[in-house]
Nanobody
């Protein structure tokens, strides 16, 4: 079964850090761009970051300078290091692969319609 599985979420205080993981099962991540998205309560799904198959990275303005996306193809995993977390970062975080596979991230934003094989999500709560 082809799937992505997110992990690493939790409860953290403002200013804290978390590292999310996105593991691929049943396929290799090497040729895919991987996107991270999030959905806050009552809000639409929004893009967060993307990493291309070659390592190019893209960040939405809201997380630029605080989040870092990376990939370890040997472990078939993509990571999202989140530092200096803010209340507005509270959301369920999802990862997905670009489908059909291009391996590229748009430099103009992440559109969920360009991605598939969504994981089940991991909850991040930023609270004092």
């Amino acid at each position: 079964q082809l799937q992505l599985v997110e992990s690493g979420g939790g409860l953290v205080q403002p200013g804290g850090s978390l590292r999310l993981s996105c593991g691929a099962y049943g396929f290799t991540l090497d040729y895919y761009a991987i996107g991270w998205f999030r959905q806050a309560p009552g809000s639409e799904l929004e893009g967060v970051s993307c990493i291309s198959s070659s390592g190019y990275t893209y960040y939405e303005d809201s997380v630029k300078g605080r989040f870092t996306i990376s990939r370890d193809n040997a472990k078939n995993t993509v990571y999202l290091q989140m530092n200096n977390l803010e209340f507005d970062d509270t959301a369920v975080y999802y990862c997905a692969r670009d489908l059909p596979p291009s391996g590229h991230c748009s430099g103009y934003g992440l559109d969920p319609v360009d991605f598939g094989s969504w994981g089940q999500g991991t909850q991040v709560i930023v609270s004092s």
